[in-house]
Each structure stands twice: as C-alpha cells, then as structure tokens.
C-alpha cells in the first residue's frame, strides 16, 4: 500500500475508482434491490405455471 | 464465450432467474435512466429468456445470459427509436432527490446525472463492472467484446466521472465541497 503504482494518462487513481464503484453500488443496487415489483412476481408465476400446465419436455 | 463453472451443480435457470432479478432492475436502471422504463426492460428480459431456455445450456452463466438478453432488447429498441436512451432529469433522478433525507442521497442524484452523460458503452461497462461487480470476462462475454474493450471503457468512464464530479485527484477527495465529497468520502450513514 506504501508505493505508489504508476497511472496511464486518463487513468483515475485507485482510491478514485473505489470510491466511484462504491457509490454506484449505491446508486444501482439499493433501490434496485429494495423491492421486485408485484408486476414482476405475477409474471414469473404465469410463466411457470403455463409451464407446469404443459407437460415435461415439451416444447 | 462462455464462461461455465463446472463446480457448481446448476439450478434451474427458471428457479435461478428470480435471484438475477434486483442486478437486472440495477443494470436496466442503468441503461435506460428511467425507473418505469428499467421495470418494462426487465419484463421484456424476462419474458424473452423463458422463451429462450430451452436453449440454455446447464452450467452456462445464467447471469452473463440474462445480461445479454437484456442489453440486446435495450439496443434493439434504441435502434428503432423506440424508447428514451437517457433521461437525466426522468424519474430516477426525481426519485433520488425526492429523498433529501442526507448529503449521499443529494450526492447520488449528481452521480446519477453525470453517469447519464455517459456514452452507453462507458456507462454499462462501469454498471457491470463498478456496480454489480461483473469480472472483466463476464461484462466482456455479456457486450459481447473483447476484455481489453471493457477495462478501457471501464478506465474511461471512471475518468469521465471524476472530471464531470472534480474528482481529478485523490487530494481533491476529501476537499470539494460538492455534496458528492460526503458520499465519495465514505459510505453515507443510514443507508
């Protein structure tokens, strides 16, 4: 951690970057993971129930 | 490419797909900018990998699969003009500041703008990678380009970022005093 790797033009220090991709992380993930949509959950079920309704392996 | 990982035993990618769905809404919210467009996208996503599944091969990365799904409809429809690409001022952004509850959420909301200013490629690539913590073969494998194209869009939309956010340096950190100093100091309290 004591030395200091040198950067390419353009480049961000790595300290920069980890604070970047933590702050995405918050930026995508917690809302994103916060709640699926009910929408989202109904569909699921009617895809697998369609599934279920038809028999193993055919397709 | 594909990246399997024989070590896993797989599951059922219908059962396992439930489990990719808050990385897809993140990498959706990405792409379009937009919360009402992000859920629609993942709809899509999914409606069409289930009618995809019969040729998805056990052991193949579910996630990397999903991904590409959902980056080709995103570009399918972009193409076609059918949807807004980004929104910089839509609903992700208003959803963020409606929540002035600390400094990291208003940081958030300028984050989210200066990452909407992004080419597309540098934004999905810092999603992936930044984000979602994709490896740099897996965000290769789900663009479908080289891993080098990926670190260089990744380098350059960290850059991007910290020039639009004047997070040139790491002395510079600590010592704007744009409300992004608070959030890009540290994880926000509270969250």
Known sequence: MSSKPTRRAGEVSPEVAKQIDENLKHLYMKDASEEIPASLM????????????AKPGEK | MNIVNSDVVPMDPREEIVTHLPSLRAYARGLTGNVSAADDLVQETVLKAWTKFAQFHAGTNLRAWLFTIMRNTFLSARRKGAKEVADSEG??????????DHDGRLALQELMVAMNQLPIEQREALILVGALGFSIDEAAETCGCAPGTIKSRVNRGRHALAEMLHLNSEEQIMSTDSAVSTVMAGTPTGL
């Open chain 1, 42 to 53: 109904q569909l699921l079920d009617a895809l697998r129930a369609k599934d279920a309704a």
């Open chain 2, 91 to 100: 609903t992700f952004a208003a959803k963020l500041a409606s929540k002035p």
